[in-house]
């Protein structure tokens, strides 16, 4: 088994960054690849973006490429993402989820992954 633990969210002003962790622990050698996701209120989970836990391959959705960086420390097994020019609209509950089949590093749908973090919340002020 895998455990997920996310860490930084928080409340920032429109403009403002904040760093997301995903603390990974357990069987890691099992992770292909980690993504993150969110959850805004009376709306679906969405993808942001994923890694290859054994490479440098990410994907990106449209709504964050070019603001947001995902990365990784595989000797601390944890991934990163940081969050830049942040809008009222990437407020919600940011997920990280792990995958352990192998694929591709573009995996966009929650049923692609197998093991979830309990999510760490981000709002953005106006």
């Known amino acids: 088994q895998v455990q997920l633990v996310e860490s930084g969210g928080g409340l920032v002003q429109a403009g403002g960054s904040l760093r997301l962790s995903c603390a990974a622990s357990?069987?890691?050698?099992?992770?292909?690849?980690v993504g993150w996701f969110r959850q805004a209120p009376g709306k679906e989970r969405e993808f942001v973006a994923s890694i290859r836990w054994h490479t440098d391959s990410t994907y990106y959705a449209d709504s964050v490429k070019a603001r947001f960086t995902i990365s990784k420390d595989n000797a601390a097994n944890t991934v990163y993402l940081q969050t830049n020019s942040l809008k009222p609209e990437d407020t919600a509950v940011y997920y990280c989820?792990?995958?352990?089949?192998?694929?591709?590093?573009?995996?966009?749908?929650?049923?692609?992954?197998?093991?979830w973090g309990q999510g760490a919340q981000v709002t953005v002020s106006s």
């Open positions: 989820a792990a995958a352990n089949r192998f694929g591709p590093v573009a995996r966009v749908t929650t049923t692609n992954y197998n093991y």
């Open positions: 357990g069987r890691t050698f099992m992770i292909d690849t």
